[in-house]
Nanobody, 114 residues
Framework: QVQLVESGGGLVQPGGSLRLSCAAP????????MGWYRQAPRKQRELVAA???????NYLDSVKGRFAISRDSAKNTVYLQMNSLKPEDTAVYYC????????WGQGTQVTVSS
């Protein structure tokens, strides 16, 4: 069973930064496009950023220029560097393949508030 483990969330003031990490099994990490998703209260889960096995990236328009996704193949880990955070970035953040597949990890809570 695939296990994805997200970490790095927390409470940060508007304009602050956080770096999220996701450890994934090598069996999927090496071949798959990986993505960071988020789900805010009373909203549907959305794909925020994606990175292919070749390193090409795509971003949700609202985070372009502020977020950066990267991957470390030696560590089977994908990262999301989040800068200039806004209250509307508050959500539970998950990593998964793109397209996504069950099961999901537990996610990591990001709260942007003064």
């Amino acid at each position: 069973q695939v296990q994805l483990v997200e970490s790095g969330g927390g409470l940060v003031q508007p304009g602050g930064s956080l770096r999220l990490s996701c450890a994934a099994p090598g069996s999927i990490f090496r071949l798959k496009t990986m993505g960071w998703y988020r789900q805010a209260p009373r909203k549907q889960r959305e794909l925020v950023a994606a990175i292919s096995s070749f390193g090409s990236t795509n971003y949700l328009d609202s985070v372009k220029g502020r977020f950066a996704i990267s991957r470390d193949s030696a560590k089977n880990t994908v990262y999301l560097q989040m800068n200039s955070l806004k209250p509307e970035d508050t959500a539970v953040y998950y990593c998964n393949t793109v397209p996504s597949a069950d099961p999901w990890g537990q996610g990591t809570q990001v709260t942007v508030s003064s």
